[in-house]
Antibody
Framework: QVQLQQWGAGLFKPSETLSLTCTVY????????WTWIRQPPGKGLEWIGE???????NYKPSLKSRVTMSLDTAKNQFSLKMNSVTAADTAVYYC?????????????WGQGTMVTVSS | SSELTQDPAVSVALGQTVRITCHGD??????ESWYQQKPGQAPVLVIY???KRPSGIPDRISGSSSGKTASLTITGAQAEDEADYYC???????????FGGGTKLTVL
């Protein structure tokens, strides 16, 4: 059974760089879209972006200037970096898999990481 | 603001049928997905490609679409269906994924 295990620091100061990693267990890495989503406390879901299995990223336009996604295919991992964070970036961050044939269908999700930005 | 619009809250009596809707221009050209999220948990995909169900999703949950409106229907709602439901699709450019604001379903 495919599982996504994510980890990273949970507390950042304003202007720092957020960094999260997600490892894919029990399934192939190639052929899928690897996605990051966030959810501010008490609010809805927000797509941050995706990266395909060959490393081509696609970011939400309003976040594009601050976000970098990357792959480590040898480790079955994908990562998110977001620079210049502010309190508005406080959220639960999820990694997810976009189904190969239906990349918009996020069929496997990580457990979520609460990220707090505070001075 | 979201390009997909959902009613913030909907309620249904136990065993009855409820429809949750999602409106947006992008739904005319992009297939939608639906996610169920219970408190403190990650979302779960319940419908994709407008009407397909992943394995393990009960057949009382179904999806449909017409024009700029997508619908998630729960036939014979159960207590365990109480959750937040989010629609998603590609935006009008077709390049980026967007989510609706979510609908909180209460089963009475």
């Amino acid at each position: 059974q495919v599982q996504l295990q994510q980890w990273g620091a949970g507390l950042f100061k304003p202007s720092e760089t957020l960094s999260l990693t997600c490892t894919v267990y029990g399934g192939p890495f190639s052929g899928y879209y690897w996605t990051w989503i966030r959810q501010p406390p008490g609010k809805g879901l927000e797509w941050i972006g995706e990266i395909d299995h060959i490393g081509t990223p696609n970011y939400k336009p309003s976040l594009k200037s601050r976000v970098t996604m990357s792959l480590d295919t040898a480790k079955n991992q994908f990562s998110l970096k977001m620079n210049s964070v502010t309190a508005a970036d406080t959220a639960v961050y999820y990694c997810a898999r976009g189904n190969g044939d239906y990349p918009d269908a996020l069929d496997i999700w990580g457990q979520g990481t609460m990220v707090t930005v505070s001075s | 603001s979201s390009e997909l619009t959902q009613d913030p809250a909907v309620s249904v009596a136990l065993g009855q049928t409820v429809r949750i809707t999602c409106h947006g221009d992008s739904l005319r050209t992009s297939y939608e997905s639906w996610y169920q999220q219970k408190p403190g948990q990650a979302p779960v995909l319940v419908i994709y490609d407008e009407h397909k169900r992943p394995s393990g999703i009960p057949d009382r949950i179904s999806g449909s679409s017409s024009g700029k409106t997508a619908s998630l229907t729960i036939t014979g709602a159960q207590a365990e269906d109480e959750a937040d439901y989010y629609c998603s699709s590609r935006d009008t450019s077709g390049d980026h994924l967007v989510f609706g604001g979510g609908t909180k379903l209460t089963v009475l």
